[in-house]
């Protein structure tokens, strides 16, 4: 696929640095609270699933490392692939008739390890991590109910400023459509599809993936892919 995306992953990086502004405006207003540090990784073992625009980037960056740390990393994504789809169906089969914010909860408290976390737990691709990560150890508004990091000191029941996720959400689908509609896919439910981070970096968005150049896909999705999913941010 020939398809520029620089100015849709410029975009991206805009809506990121604004991202990061709000965590460190938050940090500096709860120095105490906020607890995210260098080494710790409880982010990293969360189970959550990335829109098109994030996963496109982070396997655009992914394909910048070397070969042999590539390789190494897929094994790890392979694996946490297939453990993220067993998770999700677990989830989905207790989750019943509840709401989709219950549902994003109970996902939300699934265990799982990310591919790009190392042996010394750090990220290989850290100053790329998608939006969840950024702001997973400040407040989060979800369904509107506040939501924070177990490990923060945020007390429950005390009002705090929440970032409101699903403004976020809707800004990455509007980017993700948009590529949608430059490269010319049909397939619609790639409209609303999440993705793991694990699936983001071993999938290749070539024209077959997008149904274009007169290839249709084999399937909607890698496995693991859902609609929006899993910790959203």
Do not use: W
Not at 78 to 92: F, G, H, I, M, T
Not at 117 to 143: E, Q
């Amino acid at each position: 696929m020939n398809l520029d995306l620089s100015q849709f992953f410029t975009e991206y990086e805009s809506l990121v640095a604004q991202v990061d502004a709000v965590f460190q405006k938050v940090s500096g207003n709860f120095a105490s609270e906020v607890r995210c540090k260098e080494g710790c990784s409880d982010c990293c073992h969360a189970l959550f699933d990335v829109t098109l625009i994030e996963a496109m980037y982070l396997n655009h960056k992914f394909s910048e490392l070397d070969e042999i740390r590539r390789n190494e990393i897929l094994i790890e994504a392979d694996k946490a692939d297939r453990k993220a789809y067993v998770l999700k169906k677990k989830v989905s089969k207790e989750a019943g008739e509840v709401d989709h914010s219950e549902i994003l909860l109970r996902t939300a408290k699934e265990r799982l390890r990310c591919p790009l976390l190392d042996s010394a737990d750090k990220c290989a691709l850290y100053p790329y991590r998608p939006i969840t990560c950024r702001i997973y150890g400040i407040p989060l508004d979800i369904g509107g109910k506040s939501h924070t990091c177990g490990l923060s000191g945020f007390e429950p029941g005390r009002p705090y400023p929440a970032v409101k996720l699903e403004r976020i959400q809707d800004m990455l689908l509007s980017l993700s459509n948009r590529v949608l509609d430059s490269v010319g896919s049909q397939y619609a439910d790639f409209r609303l599809m999440h993705v793991p981070v694990s699936t983001a970096l071993m999938t290749v968005y070539s024209d077959e993936f997008f149904g274009t150049g007169g290839v249709q896909p084999e399937a909607p999705a890698e496995r693991g892919a859902s609609e929006p999913g899993g910790k959203d941010a």
